[in-house]
């Protein structure tokens, strides 16, 4: 579903009594992809409570939009796919905000989603139910920031695009501690001299035995 973002009130096409007669007609409804939506005013309680995949594409997403105000109840959601592409506002703060009601996801995908260290650490402390997560454009992630996911034992794929603010040593120590880990993809990364100084170091260290 294709809507346009920032869009006054009578250009929108999503609303809560839209996904209300959605769930109604469509029960078995279970992948909703959303792209260019404005979400500011369709609270996330009114997803339909069969869909277990997410994707959102340029969404206009609230700071908070996943937590549900404490006079409401719980969503009844239980999603499994959680997809954000181009979704700016979604930051560390949001990640952090979002996190304790994203504690089923079993699939997260970040791209082009302004996020840091901060963000994996409370990924490591509330999705440990991930079997995969890929972050595109992670540019400030860090060293301490991958390490924060060492909780995840049952994660099995893992994708990135890091910079030359991690290290080889770090991706080494992460995939020794993931237990179920399988599949590592890593994009934007500068190695190349970490892999030949560990080539040296290993040749020097046969010489010398």
Known sequence: MRGVPRSGR???LLSPPLLAALRKRCPQLHRLCLTETDLRHVPYESMPVSVTT???SL???????????PSLPPPQNHLKTLSLCGTYRITDKGIQAAAPHLEELERLILRHCIIGDAAMVFIGRHMKQLRY???SNAYFLTNKGLVAIV???YLETLCLDLYDLVSLGTV?????VLPRLNHL???GTC???ELLDLQVTCQTGHEDS
Do not use: N, Y
């Open 185 to 187: 993809k890593l994009g």
């Open 59 to 69: 969404c206009d997403i609230p700071d908070a939009w996943f937590c549900v105000s």
């Open 10 to 12: 009578k250009q929108r």
């Open 191 to 193: 190695f190349e001299d």
């Open 172 to 176: 080494i120590a992460l995939l020794q």
């Open 54 to 56: 997410l994707e959102l």
């Open 151 to 153: 909780t995840l034992e």
């Open 133 to 135: 997560l890929e972050i």
